[in-house]
């Protein structure tokens, strides 16, 4: 079984950071590819940052480029999401999942999914 685990959410002010780290098991690492979603109240979960493990591509939403950071750790079977300058918008349930090489970052596409870890960013 696909096996996912986030961790590292927390409260934090505007403009600090925080360091997601998404640790897999079940799954030959390389084989997926890794994706970070949140989903805020009353909004629909979207795709924030994914990882191809294979070649390295990454994504990420408009909404986070510049300020957030995908990587991936083989050794450990882990994926990290950096996140700085923290908005109080990027306030959500942030979830990791494994999905199919080459198809970007929609969460429809993605089919293993850990537990969420809230992350709250106050203003």
């Known amino acids: 079984d696909v096996q996912l685990q986030a961790s590292g959410g927390g409260l934090v002010q505007t403009g600090g950071s925080l360091r997601l780290s998404c640790a897999t098991s079940g799954v030959t690492f390389g084989d997926y590819a890794i994706g970070w979603f949140r989903q805020a109240p009353g909004k629909e979960r979207e795709g924030v940052s994914c990882?191809?493990?294979?070649?390295?591509?990454?994504y990420y939403a408009d909404s986070v480029k510049g300020r957030f950071t995908i990587s991936s750790d083989f050794a450990k079977n882990t994926v990290y999401l950096q996140m700085n300058s923290l908005r109080p918008e990027d306030t959500a349930v942030y979830y990791c999942?494994?999905?199919?090489?080459?198809?970007?970052?929609?969460?429809?596409?993605?089919?293993?999914w850990g537990q969420g870890t809230q992350v709250t960013v106050s203003s």
């Open positions: 990882v191809g493990n294979v070649d390295g591509t990454t």
């Open positions: 999942a494994a999905g199919p090489l080459g198809v970007g970052c929609p969460p429809i596409e993605y089919v293993s």
